[in-house]
């Protein structure tokens, strides 16, 4: 994503560059992910995500095409299939599916910008520290 998507990397990665406890993302440069077992959803937005999300499809079904409404794109993802695309300005949603359908979805907080500056508000109070210091 660094190389491909430099734009969409630099905006993705500052707040996971400074987790409580010099902690990694394990979806770096996520912030977090969700696993989808089985699941068809419905139209919707993810209106607190920022920026771009990944889909990584574990699949071995019939059906379960992911659906991008405003663009008006209907994607027959496999399994290993990855896509990436702003979740907080397109309407998404799956198809129903027959067999074994899973997704992990890696994605960012828009609060999360709060706690670049500030780390929301106890940047610098006397009992938090956003790195640890051994004594």
């Known amino acids: 994503m660094h190389s491909l998507l430099p734009e969409e990397y630099s905006i993705l990665k500052p707040w996971v560059d400074v987790l409580p406890g ?15 077992i089985n699941v ?26 992911l659906c991008l409404y405003e ?17 907080a300005a397109l309407t998404h949603f799956n198809l129903h599916f027959k067999g074994f359908r899973a997704s ?13 500056g500030s780390r929301n508000g106890w940047k ?3 009992d938090f520290r956003s790195t640890y210091i051994p004594n």
């Open 40 to 65: 068809a959803t419905k139209a919707h937005r993810d209106t607190g995500d920022l920026s771009l999300c990944l889909i990584l499809v574990i699949s071995d079904c019939e059906g379960g095409e």
């Open 124 to 126: 610098d109070h006397v």
């Open 71 to 87: 663009p008006g794109v209907v994607l027959e993802l496999k399994n290993g299939d990855i896509v990436l695309f702003d979740s």
């Open 104 to 116: 992990l979805v890696m994605h960012s907080d828009k609060a999360a910008e709060a706690w670049i």
């Open 22 to 36: 010099n902690e990694v993302s394990p979806v770096y440069p996520f912030g977090g992910f969700v696993i989808n």
